[in-house]
């Protein structure tokens, strides 16, 4: 999957993930998963094809963000949805909504208001919350950090 997150113009990452896993049957705990071959030293061998799922994935995700980045101007491609999901099998999304191998859905996930991370409580909680301002200086000084000159470097070699 891969998805668009904006603070507050849409899902957060944990209102994202909930709703992707809503209804996902999660697999016994006595059932041995199987990751692949496993080779006589326990160490995964490598899956024919997996770098193609991959690129497949890392092309949707650089085309997402340039874009994001392009959008305001003519170049920007307008996305139908936050989340694309792309099957490498066939892939039930939803009930009875079955993707085929290969193929890609656009879906739009909202973003959760009672999410413990960007709900409305939370966000009204920020907005609320005066934060002075901390200049650089300020906060270098609150890490312990201190920014020598090239002549104070030379000094202290």
Known sequence: DVCIIQPYLGPCY?????ELREGL???RA?????YGMIGADGTLEAEPG???????VAAAQADIALS??????????????NTIILANNVLEIAEGHHLLPFSAEWVQIERD?????????????RLQEKQPELSLDDLM????ISLETPEEEEQSS
């Open 14 to 18: 944990a209102c994202w993930a909930a």
């Open 30 to 34: 006595d059932v041995e998963l199987d």
């Open 25 to 27: 049957v999660d697999p």
């Open 141 to 144: 000084h609150e890490a312990g």
């Open 113 to 125: 208001p009672h999410c413990l991370v960007c709900g409305d409580a939370v966000r009204a909680d």
């Open 68 to 81: 994001y980045l392009l959008r305001a101007t003519d170049a920007r491609k307008p996305l139908p949805g």
């Open 50 to 56: 997996l770098w193609l799922d991959v690129v497949r």
